[in-house]
């Protein structure tokens, strides 16, 4: 039976003549589609088996009568947010997309008579589930050892950056900011180059790249400095040409006091990204460049409950990662409602969790700390190494480690993150449609899991998904059809490595 679908005057003559409605009557007399199939997209197998798509829905349907257009409506069933297709009357079959990964969709097919689609039918909904996200890692077998190394000497504080067609040489190209082996030199990020652009045709254009480790980056002073006494994990952001186009380097720096912060200092090469340095130095590791005025005076980002005008509750702030539209501007315009989250500690009468992370939104001049009426940080608890990720429009996805599940882990001391898990954020849930904040996010009680793969196809185990930590989620060519995982991983006996895992059912 169809169901009527009317707006405007006819549904307040609906709700107020019931029993006489000429709208229902009318909507009523047009044949809604019918037959509504709705299945899943093969997009890849992995060995014998055939992978579903994790984004896309194909649906099917027999023609309305008299139809000026037909909307495809899917409706998701943790926030309620859509994904609409607008038809033609006569078509019959469309494949949805950008859809949550591993959620069910109740799927709508109207008949709309008119252009705004005031009087229409709709079919009734059916239910259909997108699937779990499959992640491969690039080499051979199904061990840590068999793993293809992205950079030759690559060990933790793994980032990746995507430059636009406007960055002049550095256009298309993707580029790595990490911390290098040995790791008992002084702790520091350094820059690793790709041979030129990325193509999807050439996995070595993305897959492999070039330490500058020595010559790039920042680096510990050899004497510590208030803010800087040891660089940690760091995020090269390329910002826009018309605001200076350059690389904006963040790099978690523990001070003096042992606390830790976000800093960031800015490239003085342009898109090159390689010399962070003001003065004569190509690197930033002497204490003087640290000090004010010196050739790489950093920045703070967010700084700690100790610090001038801190953030109270935060006693350090880590592993933090910057999210704008990527899909549709590689660089960064610095604009006000850029989110950035990053990881905390235990706050205690806020969260028990021992890693929670914080989240700060850029108001043009300052990240602000995002906090509740009771004057608790706005947290993601028991997340770890979180990682956002656009998607379109004011949509993000975000992939994070919950410490808190240990199975797996055994006697190593190497960082164990746990299992990796997945929530969805659309700035239409709540506040202004075009931002994301945190409110926008599902609860984490609704998180999916992700699935790892071995190259030789077969699944992580527990311990060997736990191992995974410092991975950065990126589209190298700007196409959401080829997505890379860039990570460090261990078997919990070797120094973490940096390799890579690609999307393998987008």
């Known amino acids: 039976m169809p169901i009527p679908v009317t707006t405007h005057t006819c549904t307040a003559i609906a709700l107020v003549l019931a029993s006489l409605s000429l709208c229902t009557s009318v909507a009523s007399a047009q044949t809604a589609p019918g037959d509504v199939v709705v299945t899943p997209v093969t997009t890849a197998a992995v060995g014998t088996s055939s992978l579903p798509s994790s984004t896309r829905l194909a649906v099917a349907w027999t023609r309305a009568d008299r139809a000026h257009h037909v909307e495809v409506v899917a409706r998701e069933s943790i926030q309620g947010t859509e994904v609409r297709a607008t038809l033609g009357a006569d078509a019959t079959a469309v494949t949805l997309t950008n859809l949550k990964a591993a959620t069910t969709y109740a799927v709508t097919v109207i008949a709309c008579q008119d252009e705004p689609c005031a009087l229409a039918v709709a079919s009734r909904p059916v239910d259909a589930s997108t699937d779990t996200e499959y992640w491969q890692f690039v080499g051979v077998g199904r061990s840590v050892d068999g793993l293809t190394k992205i950079v030759a000497d690559g060990n933790a504080r793994l980032s990746a950056t995507r430059f636009g067609p406007d960055a002049g040489e550095m256009a298309g190209a993707v580029q790595l900011y990490y911390g290098p082996m040995p790791r008992d030199r002084r702790p520091q990020l350094a820059v690793a180059v790709a041979s030129g652009p990325a193509d999807a045709a050439a996995p070595e254009s993305f897959l492999s790249f070039g330490s500058r480790a020595g010559s790039s980056g920042v680096t510990a002073p050899t004497t510590p400095t208030p803010l800087v006494a040891s660089v940690a994990t760091g995020q090269g952001v390329p910002v826009s040409s018309p605001d200076g186009g350059f690389v904006r380097l963040f790099f978690e720096a523990q001070g003096a006091d042992g606390r830790t912060r976000a800093m960031w200092v800015d490239s003085k090469d342009g898109y090159r990204g390689l010399d962070f340095n003001a003065g004569p130095a190509?690197?930033?590791?002497?204490?003087?460049?640290f000090a004010p005025g010196g050739g790489c005076t950093p920045t703070m980002a967010v700084g700690v409950e100790s610090d001038p005008d801190g953030n109270p509750r935060i006693r350090n702030a880590r592993q933090f990662k910057v999210a704008w539209p990527t899909l549709e501007s590689p660089h960064w315009d610095l604009a006000p409602g850029t989110f950035m989250v990053f990881t905390t500690d235990r706050v205690d009468g806020c969260s028990a969790a021992s890693h929670n992370h914080g989240y700060a939104v850029w108001d043009g001049t300052r990240w602000a700390v995002q906090y509740r009426e009771d004057g608790c940080p706005k947290l993601f608890t028991s997340a770890q190494a979180a990682f956002p990720l656009h998607t379109g429009a004011a949509r993000y996805r975000?992939?994070?480690?919950?410490?808190?599940?240990?199975?797996?882990?055994?006697?190593?001391?190497?960082?164990?993150?746990?299992?990796?898990?997945l929530i969805y954020a659309d700035g239409v849930v709540s506040g202004p449609p075009d931002r994301v904040d945190f409110e926008d996010w599902e609860p984490q009680t609704a998180n999916r899991d992700v699935v790892f793969l071995w190259p030789d196809g077969s699944p992580l185990d527990a311990r060997a998904e736990g191992y995974i930590d410092d991975y950065h989620f990126l589209a190298p060519t700007g196409s959401p059809d080829l997505q890379v995982m860039y990570v460090t991983i261990t078997d919990g006996a070797i120094a973490p490595i940096a390799v890579a895992a690609v999307l393998r059912n987008p």
Do not use: V
């Open 282 to 289: 190509s690197t930033c590791e002497r204490p003087e460049d």
């Open 398 to 421: 975000l992939y994070y480690g919950d410490p808190s599940m240990q199975e797996g882990r055994g006697t190593s001391n190497l960082p164990f993150l746990g299992p990796k898990k």
